[in-house]
């Protein structure tokens, strides 16, 4: 057998296997933070930068510290400043998604503990990739002041 003929089924297997790659996204957090309260308050937001590197779509999310975890979007309605819950959020390929107040965040209602700045918040993400499996991930922010600037180092998590 000639040596050229050799080579070929080894690149036809491997061209195999980048065409049945799994199309699960990696997604990079950055920089997550929780927004601080007071004893009485049961809401507050999180926000965080989100990297995917394949089309998927945050779908959902979760967190011990409360009760009820969704994703909201805030946007200008005319002259009125509007809030409501989306079932998802597009996470294109290489694009950043930016979760910050004013726009889309995490909604964490129901809290069962005042968010106290220099404490960690536990985050559970859920992931739709683009062949429609879930994966998860997680994360740990860090609350910051009543003001919410965010005063906390960047955190890198990867799922």
């Known amino acids: ?8 089924p ?3 297997l491997a061209s195999g296997m980048l065409l049945t790659a799994p199309a699960w996204a990696e997604v990079k957090v950055d920089g997550p933070w929780v ?6 308050q049961k ?14 779509a945050l779908v ?16 200008m309605d005319g002259s009125a400043m509007r809030m409501r819950h989306v079932n998802e959020l597009a996470l ?4 950043r998604v930016d979760l910050k107040p004013g726009g889309y965040h995490i909604m964490l209602r129901e809290l069962r503990r005042q968010m106290q700045a220099g404490t960690k918040v536990p985050l559970l993400l859920r992931i739709r990739n683009r062949d429609g499996t879930l994966s998860e991930v997680a994360v740990t922010a860090e609350v910051t002041s009543l003001a919410g600037k965010k005063s906390a180092p960047s955190n890198h998590h990867h799922h």
């Open 43 to 56: 809401t507050t937001g999180a926000f965080m930068t989100l990297i995917s590197s394949g089309d998927a």
């Open 35 to 40: 927004r601080g309260t007071t004893a009485s």
């Open 10 to 12: 080894t690149l036809a």
């Open 92 to 95: 294109p390929a290489g694009k």
């Open 1 to 8: 057998m000639r040596p050229s003929s050799l080579c070929f």
């Open 60 to 75: 959902a999310a979760s967190s011990p510290a409360a009760g009820i975890v969704e994703i909201h979007e805030m946007r």
